[in-house]
């Protein structure tokens, strides 16, 4: 069967098997074809993005997740992926805009709970970004690898808290802003989940 026969669901169902397999290659090329078809979905645009943010290709990533929150505004995992990596590339004004949907999931929806954890580490308030990514980490039962993810970037939290002992001072007020964002570098050092 020649690829431009496949449909939609074959070429992402391709796509999908090539990347567990870590075929980067085979899985951009049939998540590409999905994502130019008439019928592409927001799926393929979202997965596309996730294959383009395994491999660094952050700029590629954020277009696609753009393209599916476009489609499907309601799409709640893309959405919560584009601000994510919004937030990564120091755009921490565009990672809340893209999430304040979010919002109206309900404070017991992982997603929401996450983007509020994500919300409180982008004020340097580190405790209360614990706390919240805790709590979606036990609510989160769908998505382990996200789990994952959160988890780290806890662990990042508590190491950089451990190292600086006591509270900042009002004088490195700047410098643990700018240091908060590197947390998510457990994010970026990952794969997109």
């Not at 660094?56 to 601000?83: S, Y």
């Not at 970037?153 to 009002?170: F, K």
């Amino acid at each position: 069967m020649q690829e431009n026969t496949l449909s939609q669901q074959e070429l992402l169902a391709l796509a999908l098997e090539a990347s567990r397999r870590g075929d980067s290659a085979h899985s951009l090329l049939y998540m590409k074809q999905a994502a130019a078809r008439e019928d592409a979905t927001p799926q393929a645009f979202f997965l596309l993005g996730s294959e383009y943010a395994q491999i660094g290709m952050t700029v590629e990533a954020l277009l696609n997740f753009q393209r599916a929150v476009e489609l499907d505004p309601d799409f709640a995992i893309a959405r919560f992926q584009l601000g994510l990596l919004l937030l990564t590339t120091a755009q921490p004004d565009a990672a809340l805009a893209a999430w304040a949907p979010l919002s109206d999931l309900g404070n017991v929806h992982p997603l929401s709970v996450f983007h509020s954890g994500l919300q409180h580490l982008i004020r340097d308030e580190f405790g209360e970004c614990i706390s919240c990514l805790l709590r979606g980490i036990e609510l989160n039962t769908e998505n382990p690898a996200l789990n994952h993810d959160m988890q780290q970037i806890v662990n990042s939290i508590r190491a950089h808290v451990d190292s600086q002992g006591a509270a900042p001072s009002e004088s490195k007020a700047g410098e643990e802003q700018a240091e908060g964002h590197l947390f998510l570098n457990a994010y970026t050092g990952g794969k997109v989940h």
